[in-house]
């Protein structure tokens, strides 16, 4: 599929390749089949659920939002994928978004759609636009599978060159702690590490045309990355910014497609 995705390989075009990451060196090596990465995500999400505070209705104003919203973006890249007679790329996700009570701005998706929204990405976002713009980004690094390549990296250079499967049977609680810092950052592991540019505009270019097709301003994408580099400009950068590093590349290229993509894929939020 990655190959097929015409935003991506004009991003490859423009862009200097960072010496080893890479989609190209890794796409032969097996990683797992999708079903197994799947798998591991969900019990590892679980895992997570159960020992982070799971906002409940009625406890949380922004849960009703959050859960909007997040099903909008949801349906938006289902019909993405559709629309571009692929809808078998999502195969094996059964989505599902859980708000978390956490003094992080930061949100994740996990292989086979399963979201983290932490409860400080509210204020940091301040519209429902602009949560749109985040969430589909998030989604926008699952499907278009960077944490894969990464994971992948993780396995051969700190994993002893085992498949997923192989590893978590002989390693399970260090796999499992890549296996989190891979998809979403190491957030929650205490090690945060960041995805690459090339990734995060891919999953900015991405992001915007769901964030459109889910009845937003693709521009909300714009304006939340400004208002991010706002934030650390000032001393206060949110966990975001550390997991998805912004630089001022990623918000010229972006600003260059936004309106473009407004104009192609903005379609008003359904009333159903
Ligand atoms: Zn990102």
Redesign the pocket.
């Known amino acids: 599929m990655r190959g097929k995705l015409v935003f991506l390989g004009l991003l490859s075009m423009q862009l200097t390749s960072t010496g080893m990451r890479a989609t190209e060196k890794t796409n032969t090596w097996p990683l797992q089949s999708n079903s197994v990465i799947q798998t591991t995500a969900l019990d590892i999400y679980r895992q997570y659920l159960s020992s982070h505070k799971k906002i409940a209705a009625g406890e949380n104003p922004d849960l009703e939002t959050v859960n909007r919203v997040g099903n909008q973006v949801i349906v938006a890249v289902k019909d993405y994928y559709k629309g571009k007679g692929a809808a078998k790329e999502l195969e094996g996700f059964f989505w599902e978004i859980n708000f978390i009570e956490e003094r992080k701005a930061d949100a994740w998706c996990f292989p086979g759609g399963k979201i983290a929204v932490y409860s400080s990405l509210l204020p940091v976002t301040q519209s429902e636009g602009s949560l749109a713009a985040v969430l589909a980004?998030?989604i926008?690094?699952v499907v278009l599978k960077?944490g894969d390549i990464r994971m992948k990296q993780y396995l051969k250079q700190y994993l002893g060159g085992k498949d997923l499967a192989a590893s978590l049977a002989a390693n399970p609680l260090e796999t499992k702690d890549f296996f989190r810092m891979a998809y979403a950052n190491g957030d929650y592991v205490g090690v945060i590490r960041?995805?690459d540019t090339k990734?995060?505009m891919a999953?900015?270019e991405l992001?915007a045309i769901l964030t459109a097709m889910a009845g937003y301003k693709a521009q909300e994408a714009v304006v939340f990355l400004e208002r991010m580099i706002w934030f650390r400009n000032t001393g206060r950068t949110p966990e975001y910014v550390l997991?998805?590093p912004i630089d001022e590349k990623r918000t010229e290229r972006l600003k260059e497609i936004v309106d473009d993509i407004a104009r192609k894929y903005y379609r008003p939020i359904s009333k159903n």
């Open positions: 980004h998030e926008a690094h960077h960041g995805f990734d995060e999953a900015d992001g997991s998805h």
